[in-house]
């Protein structure tokens, strides 16, 4: 009886998971603006202010759009 409840809960936490993973998508993330593009296990978002999804508190210079422009690499932008 112990391996049927068991069983039954592992099950139940199998759909749970299924379903979340279905519902959370990528629409809801905090660095992209809506519209953008969220495919593949790790999406980046585009470069540049009007890709955030909030607002920027100031205008930005070349310095800050060359650093998000170089996002996912290592190595800082030439301009610094």
């Known amino acids: 009886m112990a391996l ?3 069983a039954a809960l592992g099950a139940l936490g ?8 279905k519902n959370a998508g ?3 993330r905090a660095a ?8 593949g296990p790790s999406p980046v978002r585009n470069a540049g202010p009007e890709s ?10 070349k310095a800050d759009q ?3 422009e170089s996002f996912p690499a290592s190595d800082p932008p030439a301009t610094y």
Do not use: I, N
Request: glycine share 12%; net charge negative.
């Open 66 to 68: 060359a650093s998000d």
């Open 52 to 61: 955030m999804r909030d607002d920027t508190a100031r205008d930005w210079d």
């Open 4 to 6: 049927l409840k068991l």
């Open 14 to 21: 199998y759909v749970g998971y299924q379903y979340y993973q």
């Open 32 to 39: 992209f603006a809506g519209g953008q593009p969220s495919s």
């Open 26 to 28: 990528h629409e809801g």
